[in-house]
C-alpha cells in the first residue's frame, strides 16, 4: 500500500507516542518545556479501534467487536525506526510510495488501513490522555504537522478563497496588455505594470459567502485585513506573514492588532475552521499541534496549558504561497457593469 508523507509521518507518530507516551510540550522555538504533564493512555482509530498501553508498555489493540491482540513494544519500537529510516531514505517529497517492510504491520494493526481515516476530519489523532496536573483521563484530539516531506499547508487553494478586486484607472486596452503577460513570474510583472500605469487597487469583496462569514466570526474587519496582506505580498513580492504585517501597519498598537488577528485566523484554520464549510465558531482539535521534525522528533504544542506558545508557533512559521495562477486566474482583470477586476487566490503553508 502507497501512502504520501504525510500519511507515513502520520503512522510514524502513531508508532512513537505506543512507545514514548510521555508527551514533550515545545514552545515556539521546539525547545522541551515541560514532558510530565500529558501520559498517552489509549489512542482511538476513526472506526472506534483502540490501542491501549499496558502496564508493561506492550499494546493491546481492540477492535469494536471487542477482539483484544497484543504487540509487544520492541517490536513496534523496532517497526518505528524502520519507518522513519525509509522516509528519510525517501527523497522525493511529494507523491506516494511503498514501504513493502511496513505492509505486514500495516494489515494486521491497523487493518490494512490508513492511520487517519478522513482528510475532511480536522484531528489527525484521537487519545485518552492522562493530564497529570488534574489526576485524569481526557479524550484529547491533535493535529500532526510533519516536516520529513513537503512543508505541509495550513490553507489550501479553492475558489472558496478567491478575494475580488476593483481596479480602477485603467481601460480595456491595458486591461489586454495585462492579461497578456506570461511567464513564471506573470503575478508579480502584472502587478508592476499596473502599478506603473496608475492602477488603483480596492478590495470589493470575497468570493465566498461562506469564508466571508467564518472570517467575521473572527473579526468583523479580518476579511479586509487578509485582503491587504495579499495585495501587498505581490506589490512587495513578500510572503512572510510577520513581514507582512509590519509593513501592513503604522505603530506598534496597529502591529500588535493585526498579530493578534492573524493569530487567531490561523488558530482557527489549524483547529477548526474550513473556508468552504459554515463554521460555529468551535474547534474540533483541543490539544493542540504534535510536530515531527525532519530528524523524526516528536513535540506537542500544547493548546490546553500553553496557548500562547501555540499562537506565536503558527504565526512565526507560516507564509502566503501562490496557488496555480491559471486555476484561479490570478491577476487576469475582467469587466462587469462597466468596472474592472480581478481575483488573487489566498494559501497559506508553513515554512
Known amino acids: 500500500m502507497g501512502f504520501n508523507k504525510g500519511e507515513w509521518s502520520e503512522l510514524y507518530t502513531f508508532l512513537t507516542l505506543l512507545i514514548q507516551p510521555n508527551l514533550a510540550i515545545a514552545d515556539e522555538h521546539l525547545k522541551v518545556i ?3 504533564i500529558f501520559q498517552v493512555v489509549e489512542i482511538r482509530r476513526a472506526d472506534s479501534t483502540r490501542y491501549k498501553i499496558q502496564r508493561d508498555k506492550n499494546i493491546s489493540k481492540i ?3 471487542n477482539i483484544q491482540t497484543i504487540y509487544l513494544s ?3 519500537k523496532e517497526q ?6 525509509k522516509i528519510l531514505a525517501h527523497k522525493k517529497a511529494k507523491g506516494s510510495f511503498e514501504i513493502k517492510e511496513m505492509q505486514a504491520l500495516i494489515d494486521t494493526l491497523l487493518d490494512g488501513q490508513k492511520f487517519k481515516g478522513s482528510s475532511k476530519v480536522k484531528g489527525d ?13 481526557f479524550d484529547i484530539k491533535y493535529n500532526i504537522k510533519s516536516n520529513l516531506g513537503s512543508s505541509p499547508t495550513l490553507l489550501n487553494a479553492s475558489n472558496q478563497t478567491n478575494f475580488i478586486y ?6 480595456d486596452k491595458i486591461m489586454r496588455q495585462n492579461n497578456t503577460i506570461k511567464g513564471r513570474k506573470k503575478l508579480l510583472k502584472r502587478c508592476e505594470f499596473l502599478t506603473a500605469k496608475g492602477a488603483v487597487f480596492t478590495f470589493a469583496q470575497l468570493q465566498s459567502k461562506t469564508f466571508t462569514h467564518n472570517l467575521k466570526l473572527i473579526d468583523s474587519n479580518l476579511h479586509k ?3 491587504n496582506m495579499l495585495l501587498l505580498s505581490y506589490q512587495k513580492n513578500e510572503k512572510d506573514i510577520q513581514k507582512l504585517i509590519s509593513l501592513s501597519v503604522k505603530n506598534q498598537d496597529d502591529y500588535n492588532f493585526y498579530k493578534k488577528k492573524i493569530g487567531d485566523f490561523a488558530n482557527a484554520v489549524t483547529f477548526g475552521m474550513r473556508a468552504g464549510k459554515k463554521w460555529n465558531a468551535l474547534n474540533e482539535v483541543n490539544g493542540g499541534i504534535i510536530v515531527v521534525t525532519k530528524t523524526g522528533k516528536i513535540y506537542l504544542l500544547d493548546l490546553i496549558y500553553f496557548k500562547n506558545i501555540v499562537d506565536k508557533y503558527l504565526i512565526d512559521n507560516i507564509k502566503l504561497e501562490s496557488p496555480s495562477s491559471n486555476r484561479y486566474k490570478m491577476f487576469d482583470i475582467y469587466k462587469e457593469n462597466d468596472k474592472y477586476y480581478f481575483k488573487l487566490n489566498l494559501q497559506i503553508r508553513f515554512k
Not at 518505528?80 to 529510516?85: H, I, M, N, S, V
Open 34 to 36: 515541560n514532558q510530565n
Open 74 to 76: 520492541q517490536t513496534i
Open 166 to 171: 476593483e481596479i480602477q484607472n485603467i481601460n
Open 125 to 137: 489523532l484521537e487519545a485518552i490522555v492522562l493530564d497529570k496536573r488534574r489526576n485524569s483521563n
Open 63 to 65: 477492535t469494536p467487536d
Open 225 to 227: 485585513i487578509l485582503a
Open 80 to 85: 518505528k525506526e524502520l519507518l522513519l529510516a
